[in-house]
């Protein structure tokens, strides 16, 4: 027994039932219905939402075909299409040498040594969001575990090429600065997708054991660099200061030289014309500058004018004082 009569039909019967009720008019018309109802539910699966600050990637037999912006979207059902949704708006953190909460610093990855071969202990923060949501979900197998591998390898690698003196004090965000950069050119070479926001170095303190006199060197650079800060300000208020003093004794004295020029060209000037008067009639201005000048230096004296061509028997006198100007004799 083979499954089937020497007359080709099957010894079946209920199979044979099953299929002449299929090929029955009004049960064809149900069941192109349900495959009709089944297909249109395989293809609303394809519909999907994008929320506000999020990219979907469409893949298509595994290949990145799309990306979508925020909205109600539509792809193509499973299995021709697959689609990822990755948030590249959220800012993300890692922390390095430490952990918020009871775990407090981590002293594998705090502790580091520098150029000049002493330890130190460094606390790093780093703020990071997805650039490239398709490089983020398949360049990389854990994203965030290499960008803490990343962010500690370019700490040590800064830390030590400089001495725990300028990483501790004036060259602290200088460091800060360089590590950054170095993590997101790491991340940039092993297309992560990721960019960084910030970074932050929170603790940069020696061991516990000689902690308190590494402060002391900080502190007594920082006095240091506050005396020159207040000197520096004193610089900047005394010197403009100088500076306008001698503007204004400049100017005053170029004042007084135009004045003093101004008066000798005067007193030429009249010199000139006295000269000239002079010149014309040398014994009347002679008599005139002699009267000016008794007039100028006894201002408040009598002065009475004799003359000499009168007899010597009779006083020439002559009251200018007592005379009156208007016609009447004075008293």
Known sequence: MNGWDNTGGTEFPEIKKFFNFLTKKGTKKTVWGVIGLILLLWAAT??????????GVVRQFGKVVARTAPGLRYRAPWPIQRVDVVDVATVRRIEIGYRTGRTGSVPAEALMLTG????????????????????????????????????????????????IDHTMTEGRVEVQEAVQKYIQDLLDYYETGIVLVD???LTVDPPDQVKDAFHEVVRAWEDRERLVQEAEGYRED????????????IREA?????????RAQGDVAMFLQVLEEYEKAK?????????????????????????????????????????DLTGGAGE
């Open 46 to 55: 394809g519909i999907y939402t994008v929320g506000p600050g999020e990219q």
């Open 116 to 163: 000049d071969e002493n330890i130190v202990k460094v606390h790093l923060y780093v703020q990071y969001r997805v650039r490239e949501p398709e490089k983020f979900l398949f360049n990389v197998k854990d994203p965030e575990t290499v960008l803490q591998s990343t962010s500690e390898v370019a700490l040590r690698s800064i830390v030590g090429q400089n001495t």
């Open 199 to 201: 970074s932050r170095l």
């Open 238 to 249: 005394l010197v403009p200061r100088a500076r306008g003093e001698a503007e204004a004794l």
């Open 254 to 262: 170029e004042a007084y030289k135009e004045r003093r020029t101004l």
């Open 283 to 323: 014994g009347v201005t002679k008599e005139r500058l002699y009267l000016e000048a008794i007039m100028e230096l006894l201002p408040e004296t009598k002065r009475f004018v004799i003359d000499e061509s009168v007899g010597s028997g009779v006083l020439p006198f002559l009251p200018l004082d007592n005379l």
